[in-house]
């Protein structure tokens, strides 16, 4: 009994001294990798850090974190973020996020509210971190835009890795329940997929790689958007170009035009100088292809310029 009582004693201060020394190494690495983030040009930081959860947990508590990259101007930061990883299992990291958190654009910080946000990534053991899967979901989210506020009854996020080695990522979204409200509004709610395989320079990790891993590729199996009785669909391939800008070419598949059109405009996706013309367009092609009938539309991306059949609208988004 006397060595079973040690036996125990001994086990449990091996595994409090693992904790302690745990928690010291999680918040150097994660101070490191800050550092690290910074000089590879990013803005990240946060305001305090602090680990809880002795003796099987490991429960770090970020306050008033952000990140954000001035080369794309796309961000997030909140009040807090918190991360939490079984003592046993270290690779496999649960995120909370609190309700209400930003979204950082180039045209503008977009608030977002939902009643949760919860993450969960697993990492492959080792030095580089590398990411396995992740995954996102919020429930009733909703964020605010100028134009009117887009909610749903939930959105979700996964990526995985299509094989250990690869540099190729499948990528989902499903946003269910969409609504608007003021230029937002349309009659009914919409849904939103996608289903993708994006494809990079080396392998996605958390740790900041020389040169940088970067979207080389994107094979887009279908971008859907169903909202009432109106529809639209996205298929192609892209592929960074030498100065990092989408070149390729998808087909849009178009039903319902006079109802999607506005809440393009309205979202953003269509420049609203170009409204008209690319309203008159679609009229006129709807009117040739009948009443009803879906249009099928190209999209191209070439000399870092973007075109809908022969309307131009734009640069070319960047991949990288």
Sequence with gaps: MKKLIALVVFVAVLWGGYWVVGSRLLVRGVQGWVQMQTE?????GQTGLAVQGFPNRFDLT??????????????WRADWLQSLMMGWKPWHVILV??????????????????????????VVPGKALLIDRFTLVAEAPQVTLPTGVLAASDLRVATRRLAAGSVEQELGVQIDGLTGTGRLAAAGTGQVKLDAVVGFSGLPGLVVAEPPVVVQTVDLR???????????????????????????RL???????PVLLPLAVAAGLVPERLAPAVTAM???MQASAGEGKPLVL??????????LGILPLGPAPFLN
């Design 40 to 44: 590879a040009g990013l803005e990240v």
């Design 62 to 75: 970020l306050t008033e974190p952000f990140l954000r990259d001035p080369a794309t101007g796309f961000g």
């Design 97 to 122: 996020a609190p309700q209400d958190w930003v979204l950082m654009t180039p045209m503008g910080d977009l608030p977002v509210q939902a009643d949760s946000t919860r993450a969960s990534l697993v």
């Design 222 to 248: 279908e971008a859907r958007l169903d909202w009432d009785t109106a529809s639209l669909a996205v298929t192609g391939q892209l592929a960074a170009d030498a100065q990092g800008q989408a070149e390729g």
């Design 251 to 257: 087909e849009v598949t178009l039903t319902g035009g």
């Design 282 to 284: 679609v009229t006129r």
């Design 298 to 307: 190209p999209l191209t991306f070439a000399r870092g310029q973007m075109r």
